[in-house]
């Protein structure tokens, strides 16, 4: 193992690393939920990620994305594969650039474990949890994060045992109300700690 999952080990314990280690995760779209979700998974030891975005970074990613100003005009999930490997170099992540329809859905994220739902349409985001919801063992939306102020808005819903969705469920991109860092990464560390406490609870370890 490597330095990182030997740190881990002394927080989590082997077991409960293990379960972490196994679990597979799907992260539709990178931009700034999915992007620092993955990162925040990945400090807590996942590795065995699928990222899938068809879109590149652009200077106005970088007020509140995981990417830096040389990557812009980089795909977004080549980027953050690249970023995510300069905090765990040996991890089996899969980086898929192209577009989420409501044909590759399933193929796409039905074989992961948990699911984290990171996309910018209102269109997007119902397609996809119609699809998962049920073939997945947890899925994890978000809906409400622009903005700033009033931190305790950005809330974890339990829909149901499979289903958790993030935000404050009001606050979409709009006339003063714009994607800024805080209130992303607030939503993004509140998907991932979700998908934590789900895999402890859920997966079963398999040692890698």
Not at 28 to 50: E, I
Not at 55 to 73: I, M, S, T
Not at 116 to 131: I, Q
Request: hydrophobic share 50%; with cysteine; charged share 25%.
């Amino acid at each position: 193992m490597s330095r990182l999952s030997d740190a881990l080990a002394a927080y989590l314990g082997p077991v409960a690393l293990a379960r972490i280690r196994t679990a597979r995760v799907g992260i539709a779209g990178a931009g700034g939920l999915g992007s620092n979700c993955a990162q925040l998974l990945v400090r807590s030891g996942f590795r065995h990620l699928r990222l899938v975005d068809f879109d590149v970074v652009e200077p106005a990613n970088l007020n509140r994305q995981f990417y830096f100003a040389a990557q812009v005009g980089t795909k977004k999930v080549a980027a953050l594969r690249e970023n995510l490997l300069a905090i765990e170099p040996d991890l089996p992540i899969e980086a898929v650039a192209g577009r989420i329809t409501a044909e590759n859905v399933r193929d796409l994220f039905a074989d992961r474990d948990v699911v984290v739902e990171a996309l910018d349409e209102a269109g997007a985001k119902v397609m996809l949890v119609e699809a998962l919801l049920g073939r997945v063992g947890c899925l994890v939306a978000a809906s409400g994060i622009a903005g700033w102020g009033d931190a305790d808005a950005v809330t974890v819903r339990r829909i149901r045992d499979d289903f958790y969705l993030v935000g404050d469920l009001v606050a979409a991109v709009g006339p003063g109300r714009p994607p800024l860092a805080p209130r992303v990464n607030l939503a993004a560390a509140k998907q991932a700690d979700v998908v934590l406490d789900w895999v402890l609870k859920n997966v079963k370890e398999e040692y890698d």
